[in-house]
T-cell receptor
Framework: GAGVSQSPSNKVTEKGKDVELRCDPISGHTALYWYRQRLGQGLEFLIYFQGNSAPDKSGLPSDRFSAERTGESVSTLTIQRTQQEDSAVYLC???????????FGDGTRLSIL | GENVEQHPSTLSVQEGDSAVIKCTYSDSASNYFPWYKQELGKRPQLIIDIRSNVGEKKDQRIAVTLNKTAKHFSLHITETQPEDSAVYFCAARHGGSQGNLIFGKGTKLSVKP
């Protein structure tokens, strides 16, 4: 596609529910990243995928967070048993390879009631 | 852990003036420094980046300088325009070419007509 695509653009859910966020990277980009951006803050790295290699999960804040990606296609970020502190914009980015510039999607604004 | 400090947090300038945003990083192995512009409710957009083998890079009204010895880098915007108003984020890739981006907390730039 022309750019990184994320869905949904907005998600409102009750505390304790599970949510699944989706990212469709730029075609041909082997590297994919998830970030969290709390209101008025910078971007916080969550997880990185490179092709079929094992992902770098070093940024995941707790075991309630997980992500999957098959090959160089779509990725999903899952948050289980959501808490109010999970409220944030979740941004996905992709790059040709890890050492190349990252291009971001519009993000998913997650609100936990 | 690795850290990127960004100053100032807010910056207000008159149209036509210059704006300078400064960042410092802690990891001496960092070798890639991008700058992103994020308008309200929009995705971060890469505006310029620099690698550690050069000291300065310029693209029209935007320039970035890097001082590896002091571990700081700066964004310079000349002849500012109202459309330059946005939040600007610096980032540093820690740990070399295979590391993750660490972002600063952002600078909100307001350009007054």
């Amino acid at each position: 596609g022309a750019g990184v695509s994320q869905s949904p653009s907005n998600k409102v859910t009750e505390k304790g529910k599970d949510v699944e966020l989706r990212c469709d990277p730029i075609s041909g980009h082997t590297a994919l990243y998830w970030y969290r951006q709390r209101l008025g803050q910078g971007l916080e790295f969550l997880i990185y995928f490179q092709g079929n290699s094992a992902p770098d999960k070093s940024g995941l804040p707790s075991d309630r967070f997980s992500a999957e990606r098959t090959g160089e296609s779509v990725s999903t970020l899952t948050i289980q048993r959501t808490q109010q502190e999970d409220s944030a914009v979740y941004l996905c980015a992709s790059s040709l390879v890890r050492d190349q510039p990252q291009h971001f999607g519009d993000g998913t604004r997650l609100s936990i009631l | 852990g690795e850290n990127v400090e960004q100053h100032p947090s807010t910056l207000s300038v008159q149209e036509g003036d210059s704006a300078v945003i400064k960042c410092t990083y802690s990891d001496s192995a960092s070798n890639y420094f991008p700058w992103y512009k994020q308008e309200l409710g929009k995705r971060p957009q890469l505006i310029i980046d620099i690698r550690s083998n050069v000291g300065e890079k310029k693209d029209q009204r935007i320039a970035v300088t890097l001082n590896k010895t002091a571990k700081h880098f700066s964004l310079h915007i000349t002849e500012t325009q109202p459309e330059d108003s946005a939040v600007y984020f610096c980032a540093a890739r820690h740990g070399g070419s295979q590391g993750n981006l660490i972002f600063g907390k952002g600078t909100k730039l307001s350009v007054k007509p």
